[in-house]
């Protein structure tokens, strides 16, 4: 399984931006897809993620700002960041789980100047 990111950029705070996550596979047969971030003062961090059956579950640092969801046809999964915050500055990365085993995608930077 391959996994694009893509979406990231400069923003200002309170802007937003939509990332996306494009599979190889369809995405409708993959269990999770997971959106993590990182930067180089800390460890990778969970954002949310999305199952085959449409459940979502955010961290609680973006609940409320950030939605996640999929379009099936298109063999892709989004991010949407609203409200964006300085915090909120790392590299993006999507997740794929097909069954023990976790696939990653490359990462794309999201910066948010105050």
């Known amino acids: 399984v391959q996994l694009q990111a893509s979406g990231g950029g400069l923003v200002q705070a309170g802007e937003s931006l939509r990332l996306s996550c494009t599979t190889s596979?369809?995405?409708?047969?993959?269990?999770?897809i997971t959106w993590y971030r990182q930067t180089p003062e800390k460890e990778r961090e969970f954002v949310a993620f999305?199952?085959?059956?449409?459940?979502?579950m955010y961290a609680l640092s973006v609940k409320g700002r950030f939605t996640v969801s999929k379009d099936n046809a298109k063999n892709t999964a989004y991010l949407q960041m609203n409200s964006l915050k300085p915090e909120d500055t790392a590299v993006y990365y999507c997740?794929?789980?097909?069954?023990?085993?976790?696939?990653w995608g490359t990462g794309t930077q999201v910066t948010v100047s105050s």
């Open positions: 999305i199952t085959d059956a449409g459940t979502t």
């Open positions: 596979i369809s995405i409708s047969s993959i269990k999770v």
């Open positions: 997740a794929a789980r097909q069954g023990e085993v976790q696939y």
